[in-house]
């Protein structure tokens, strides 16, 4: 395989893991991946590129609670299951708390 390109590493996400808007309080789906600097949404519902949301997610193995982020969708793409797709999304304003959990949870496995 190929050199990783990615600025910060991305943890795969095992299990399905909801995002939930946290303005209408609804599901947009579960994470595939996950850095400190954005996520890989499997999204259920149609998500807007471009535009900008704000959502929650639990950390998997994590009893830290859940986690709140803004969030930008930079592009969205059909996924091959009916009604769902995959959204790139990036991390806006995080806060120093949830920069570390997310470091210490994306860190590489030894």
């Not at 390109?5 to 595939?32: E, F, K, N, P, Y």
């Not at 299951?81 to 806060?95: E, I, K, N, T, Y």
Request: hydrophobic share 40%; aromatic share 6%.
């Amino acid at each position: 395989m190929g050199r990783e390109s990615r600025r910060m590493h991305r943890r795969d996400v095992a299990g399905m893991i909801d995002v939930i808007d946290t303005m209408t309080g609804q599901s947009m789906g579960h994470l595939g991946n996950l850095s400190v600097g954005g996520m890989l949404l499997i999204a259920s519902v149609p998500l807007t590129e471009d535009a900008l949301y704000q959502c929650r997610f639990v950390l998997p193995d994590s009893d830290e609670g859940s986690i709140e982020v803004g969030a930008h969708v930079l592009w969205f793409d059909d996924a091959s299951a009916p009604g769902q797709s995959w959204a790139g999304v990036r991390f806006l304003g995080l806060d120093p708390d949830t920069t570390r959990r997310l470091r210490i949870w994306c860190q590489p496995k030894q």
